[in-house]
């Protein structure tokens, strides 16, 4: 009798598991460690979270790749740079090579990292602090593309090109 009792139990309780990941998915995508992460927070054992995230992956309804395209692109429209998006998306537990390819996505459709960079200045930065020739607001303006995760050659090329759209 108990281990029929067991078995509903862990039946149950995959249920729940399977139910809870759902819930989580239906906001936004996650990545699988993201997902186990919060799963093994609400006191699942890790091999069931690891059997029902087998089972989220085989339905697609989870899919590293999907998430880390997206992740990107909303980061890369929010004016984030790929060094930036490459360290969340790692922090996340999203392979380095599904990394290089979504960081690829967001320039492929035609737009350079340092345009990115130049539309992330012009939101930020008046054009008279684009121009302005103190050290101080020319170094405010050059850590604030370094934090956003822009290489230093497109950090410059940002600049160079927001400087002279402001000198027109």
């Known amino acids: ?14 249920r729940r598991a399977y139910a809870t990941a759902v819930k989580l998915l239906g906001p936004r995508d ?4 993201e997902l186990r992460r919060k799963l093994l ?3 699942f054992e890790a091999e069931l979270c690891d059997a029902t995230l087998d089972k989220l992956e085989s339905l697609k ?5 999907r998430f880390a395209s ?7 429209a929010s ?6 998006i490459r360290a969340k998306l790692a922090e996340r537990g999203v392979d380095s090579h599904v990394i290089s390819v979504a960081i690829a996505a967001p320039v492929g459709s035609g737009t350079e990292w340092q ?25 405010r303006v050059a850590r604030f593309l370094q934090t956003r995760g822009f290489s230093t050659t497109d ?6 090109q927001v400087r002279q759209a402001a000198e027109r």
Do not use: W
């Open 30 to 33: 996650h990545s699988r460690l």
């Open 115 to 139: 345009d990115i960079a130049a539309e992330a200045l012009e939101r930020k930065f008046t054009p008279d602090d684009l121009l302005a020739q103190d050290d101080r607001t020319r170094g």
């Open 41 to 43: 927070k609400r006191d």
């Open 70 to 76: 997206r992740y990107a692109e909303q980061r890369a």
């Open 79 to 84: 004016g984030y740079g790929p060094l930036s």
């Open 155 to 160: 950090a410059l090329s940002a600049v160079k």
């Open 1 to 14: 009798m108990e281990g029929s009792a067991d078995i509903e139990d862990a039946e149950a309780q995959a």
């Open 61 to 65: 309804y989870l899919d590293d790749e």
